[in-house]
């Protein structure tokens, strides 16, 4: 799995999204504040999301973007695979694969199969609302002082 510039971006600004999740829509600036990312470059990010059905803009002075699904509802998984395509490590990992005269005698086709499983489980099973948990989490621990 490779996850390109953009992949990093989208999730980013989903995750940023799903931090304001319920709230008034977030215009551009402010994600690209957020997370850091160019304005423009992220322009394609967000248009990419919104034809992907992740996210939605609102027009006008109180416009923005915010996401089109609950933050339970969106994984981790179905972002990376939607901006980068599959998160399989190889080809041959793929199901029904056949292209390749020595599949069944490889010695590593067995790993890539492990990496492929464990990632997949880990990202699809990943919602960005636990990733919302996840920093809350950690911003509660950090305000704790003696």
């Known amino acids: 799995m490779k996850i390109t510039f953009k992949g ?20 551009i600036h402010e994600v690209a504040k957020h ?10 990010v967000l248009l990419d999301l919104k034809r992907g059905g992740f996210i939605e803009s609102r027009r006008g002075k109180v416009g923005g973007y915010l996401l089109s699904k609950p933050p339970e509802a969106i994984t981790i998984g179905e972002v990376i695979r939607f901006m980068d395509g599959p998160i399989e490590p190889i080809a041959c990992v793929k199901e029904g694969y056949s292209k390749c005269g020595d599949i069944y005698k490889c010695a590593f086709r067995g790993i890539w199969k492990k990496v492929f499983q464990v990632t997949s ?8 609302e636990d990733m919302v948990k996840e920093i ?11």
């Open 8 to 27: 990093d971006y989208a999730l980013k600004a989903v995750l940023d999204l799903a931090l304001h999740y319920g709230g008034a829509p977030v215009t």
């Open 35 to 44: 997370i850091d990312a160019p304005v423009k470059f992220l322009e394609q």
């Open 121 to 128: 489980e880990i990202v699809d099973n990943t919602t960005f």
């Open 136 to 146: 809350s989490a950690a911003q509660n621990i950090a305000a704790y002082s003696i």
